[in-house]
């Protein structure tokens, strides 16, 4: 249970660190997309995300 | 249609991602790194795909950028595995395996519910969002594994020539796409690193490929110098 619990805590550390790296690095972002796998040529960017109006 | 320069390095890549099974068929090592294969041929895979798209609709079409983005989540996850596979390769001898494989789970679980508190507010393509919102913290989780990874190989003086030069070149592939990433939020999509990013794509695979054909498993490491103790 102990060892469970241990790998839990590291994972959220390691989701932490990753998360804060994203940050740093985009935090001049002009919407860049990271692409991590293949040489293949970049498409056009996803869809911009719309916040749902909250009623 | 990409230009020359571009279809030149797209071509080289996915040639190298199929070198590098090649090799470890020849070598007789599919099956010890199989993650590593499955990766690189699921990459090939959706690299002939990609293609195939982008010849039919164009690489501004809406079919290209639906593909390309939830391969590139497939990817990415199998990246992710194949990543994993290593942490087994190296810490199989402590016997932590088990412990391993819930890290993995909890991590995939923790970036999959983190990407999805974030697009959760989108009010439409949810998935598309999800799935491309998932490849790009996937890629970050990976950055910080290698790293933890490449620290561990140092700390229990890892000698096998093979395990440690796939290691060091995922770290160097991980980080010069951190790098470039940081370079074209300067610099802009138009410049000469738009390059970088495809010729680190051939980078991964070629350097596996010559690890492969250089080294066998019984490879090993010099030691370090020894350090003189005092008696």
Known sequence: MSRKLGALVLALGILVGA??????????????T?????????????????????? | MPGPIDLIIWSLGTAFELLFVVC?????????????????????TVSIGRFFILRSYGQCS??????YYYSDALLTLALFVALISLYSHVFGEL???DYVRWGA??????????????????AERLSTSFAYEL???????GLVLTYI??????????????????????????????????????SGEFSIIRYICPALGCFLPLSWSLTMLRYTDESRLAPASLVAVPR
Do not use: C, D, H
């Not at chain 1, 998360?19 to 860049?32: A, P, R």
């Not at chain 2, 470890?24 to 090939?44: E, I």
């Open chain 1, 19 to 32: 998360m804060g790296i994203k940050t740093v690095l985009s935090s001049n972002s002009k919407g860049t």
């Open chain 2, 149 to 186: 990874l490449w620290g561990a190989v140092m700390k229990l003086r890892e000698t096998r020539t093979r395990l440690v030069q796939i290691i060091l070149s995922l770290g160097l592939y991980f980080s010069g796409y951190a790098a470039s990433y940081a370079l074209m939020n300067f």
């Open chain 2, 24 to 44: 470890s068929l020849a070598r007789k090592s599919f099956l010890r790194y199989f993650f590593l294969n499955l990766y690189l041929l699921l990459s090939t």
């Open chain 1, 34 to 55: 990271m692409k991590a796998n293949g040489p293949a040529p970049l498409p056009i960017p996803p869809p911009k995300q719309t916040t749902a109006q909250s009623n």
């Open chain 2, 105 to 122: 789970v909890f991590l995939l679980l923790g970036t999959a519910g983190f990407s999805y508190a974030v697009v959760a507010q989108s």
């Open chain 2, 95 to 97: 016997r932590v395996g």
């Open chain 2, 62 to 67: 809406v079919q290209y950028m639906y593909f």
């Open chain 2, 135 to 141: 490849s790009q913290n996937l890629y970050f989780v």
